[in-house]
């Protein structure tokens, strides 16, 4: 009997749960090493979503405190550094605190949950009320960090207190970790009171970081690096680490060698180059590693279906909004052309500002290039000069996400094009192809277009199929169905005006040689092997037009099938 595989830790956030409850776990203790050999007061470190963030949080949390258990690192990379951990293991109180949760309409519901999150925190240590260590009044400072009617001075006040009366009861200096620091700052950018939460946000920080005696050492993280104005004001001991550098590069995320450790585990080395191809291509600093939260998703997707496909499991847990507005600048013809050769696999050099604020984010079409790079829907190619980067698509898995947004933003402009949709439906129902090509060439100049050649033929006739539809989708009133989706590679159209007793067959071939004639034949051809005539013809459907369209770059040919 084979012996029982450890668990994959998808979204598992708790060092301790993932190393008691036998999980798989990539050991990233290393990260303790650096930080401690690196020593910086105040690190913040930015990486896009779901690159374990929070657990490395987590992993630093049991490692430095006091009530920890050391066990939890046996046999980790970390144990080795005995010097280390003989100074530092367990030896801190640590104040802890995540900012991820704070997702509101409005400031007043936002300033709650942050004081729920202080409460959460001061109200692990609640020892101190016992403490010989802290007078009377100390108590009754502590005490109002317990209270669940937290007035604003008292929050921003509150990780500094917190620090001070630990460090009098233990005589130790306390170690915070703020985890997605920047959460509350994107929620209230995007529900208009930002100006409140930045002024609540820099207060809080202030006192922690800058007028905190009592700190021996703090850890942010978060996605985006907020402009030092905003925030970090007057603080001179802040170290910022963002994906372009190279200190902790390895450390997030995963890399070729953990991912091929894995998979050989997991007895999965044969969908290697899958999951590299979808889900690897980031560059942290001189580091190339893999988004760890997809690798472990279609790890456990292909452990109960070993024929699972990849898929884009990122996507359901970011909004796309940048590469929304991205692609909405393509009205600007440069940026356009700039987002073909992106989705070509090609690289775009753009000079990158890593400090933003949120107001300027979608200001400049600069700005969204900036917030594309810090968000991981691009990554970075080879060396940096100075501000000017090499960008890139990672891989195949947010490719998809562009093409998708590509096609959604197709649709939308589709529709305010009333009078050529009109001739566009009235040339294919009279059987019209010379207007039919010509319209839809038109449509193929306006539009994104997909000449990838990173891309597989039947994703090419996907996006040309997928134009087809957005196009035929204004008509309401038509039946329009197709094969591509149920997966069954007959013909791709069936269009049913519902007038006229007719019914309208399109079969749409990407020419890779350029031969556009030959793949027009080629798609007639084809509707004569399927069933969709004789079905039509069951349902006393007499007038029935056959159509081959087939697409090169944005060309295209139309043909009329022999009736």
Known sequence: MEMLKKKLPIGIEDFEKLRFDNFYYVD??????????????????????????????????????????????????????????????????????SLKGIDALSFEMAFRMGARAVRRAASKVQYLLESDALSESDKMEYQKLLD????????????????????????????????????????????GYYDRMISLIRSLFGEALKTNNSLKLAVLTGCLRISKESIFTGLNNLKVLTIADERFDEYFGFTDEEVRELLEYYDMADHYDAVKKWYDGYQFGNAEVYCPWDVLNHCDRIRSNPEAQPENYWINTSSNDAVKRFIQESANATTKREIERLVAGEIIIKE????????????????????????GYLTQRGKAEGRWMKLAIPNQEIRDIFITQIMEFFKENVREDGDTLNRFCEALKSGNAEDVEEIFTEYLRKTISIRDTAVRKDMKENFYHGVLIGILGVKNRWGVTSNRE??????????????????????????????????????????????????????????????????????????????
């Open 352 to 375: 990158i500002h890593q400090e933003l604020t949120y107001a300027e984010i979608y200001q400049t079409i600069d700005n969204i290039w900036s917030l594309l790079f810090t968000t």
């Open 486 to 563: 149920m997966g069954e590679g007959y013909a791709d159209i069936l269009v049913e005006p519902g007038t006229g007793n007719m019914g309208i067959i399109i079969e749409v071939k990407y020419a890779h040689d350029g031969d556009l004639a030959g793949a027009c034949q080629e798609a007639l051809k084809q509707i004569e092997h399927t069933g969709y005539e004789d079905d039509l013809e069951d349902d006393g459907v007499e007038n029935i037009l056959k159509y081959g369209i087939a697409c090169y770059k944005k060309q295209c040919r139309v043909m009329l099938g022999e009736r």
């Open 28 to 97: 990233k203790t290393g990260f303790i090493a650096e930080l401690l050999h690196n020593w910086g007061a105040v690190n913040l470190f930015t990486r896009p979503r779901r690159f374990g963030k929070s657990l490395n949080m987590s992993m630093l949390e049991h490692f430095f405190s006091l009530n920890g258990d050391k066990s939890i690192f046996d046999g980790l990379a970390i144990s080795k550094e005995t010097a280390l951990c003989e100074e530092y293991m367990g030896k801190y109180p640590v104040v802890s605190i």
């Open 148 to 191: 669940s009617n937290m007035d604003e001075s008292t929050f921003c006040d509150s990780l500094r207190i917190l620090s001070e009366m630990l460090e009098k009861h233990h005589n130790k200096k306390v170690i915070l970790l703020i985890d997605e620091y920047d959460v509350p700052l994107v929620k209230a950018h995007a529900n």
